[in-house]
T-cell receptor, first 115, second 116 residues
Framework: AQSVTQLDSQVPVFEEAPVELRCNYS??????LFWYVQYPNQGLQLLLK??????LVKGINGFEAEFNKSQTSFHLRKPSVHISDTAEYFC?????????????FGQGTILTVHP | ETGVTQTPRHLVMGMTNKKSLKCEQH?????MYWYKQSAKKPLELMFV???????ENNSVPSRFSPECPNSSHLFLHLHTLQPEDSALYLC???????????????FGSGTRLTVV
């Protein structure tokens, strides 16, 4: 079985400051990892994904994440946030090697960027 | 436009009503999903359809009835719902490749359901 824990339910930050949203996962097999963003009254939009290869993954809107297998983490970072980054962010995991994919989501982290 | 379209965007229904949610994708994906998103709860996977066959039902009450007539369309039929069923219902699709994993989901914008 796989699970995802997002360590912070809310992260307030000032505009132009750096931010890190933390995600830890557990799985008995190799994994695929994802970060999604949800703006108010909208569906989830894929920010970035790790499937294999380089452990540093770059996504849209200046976000990046680093896969750390030894620490079973996939933290999301942005060096300088904007007001428009205010949203809820979801980390998700899927075990590899299955005949179809099933995403397990974390509880979400609400990022609030203050002016 | 995300490539996955859900209608209606908002729905208010009484507990004795019957309604349906619709999801449509033209991305060529072969798997579709229904998720429930309630306030202060993680996303809950409800149903999975893979190549039009239901492959997962996560102990969802029978008052929710999914239908997948083809790989582009997914419905969620609702009847005799309860107030606690009020939530955002999200549809997603993905392209499954056997033994190669997959590449993430594309989500619709959701249907905000209120049961009164």
């Amino acid at each position: 079985a796989q699970s995802v824990t997002q360590l912070d339910s809310q992260v307030p930050v000032f505009e132009e400051a750096p931010v890190e949203l933390r995600c830890n996962y557990s799985s008995s097999v190799s994994v695929y990892l994802f970060w999604y963003v949800q703006y108010p009254n909208q569906g989830l939009q894929l920010l970035l994904k790790y499937l294999s290869g380089s452990t540093l993954v770059k996504g849209i809107n200046g976000f990046e994440a680093e896969f750390n297998k030894s620490q079973t983490s996939f933290h999301l970072r942005k060096p300088s946030v904007h007001i428009s980054d205010t949203a809820e962010y979801f980390c998700a995991v899927s075990a590899g090697g299955t005949s179809y994919g099933k995403l397990t989501f974390g509880q979400g982290t609400i990022l609030t960027v203050h002016p | 436009e995300t490539g996955v379209t859900q209608t209606p965007r908002h729905l208010v229904m009484g507990m004795t009503n019957k309604k349906s949610l619709k999801c449509e994708q033209h991305l060529g994906h072969n798997a579709m999903y229904w998720y429930k998103q309630s306030a202060k709860k993680p996303l809950e996977l409800m149903f999975v359809y893979n190549f039009k066959e239901q492959t997962e039902n996560n102990s969802v009450p029978s008052r929710f009835s999914p239908e997948c007539p083809n790989s582009s369309h997914l419905f969620l039929h609702l009847h005799t719902l309860q107030p606690e069923d009020s939530a955002l219902y999200l549809c997603a699709s993905s392209q499954q490749k056997l033994q190669l994993g997959y590449y993430g989901y594309t989500f619709g914008s959701g249907t905000r359901l209120t049961v009164v």
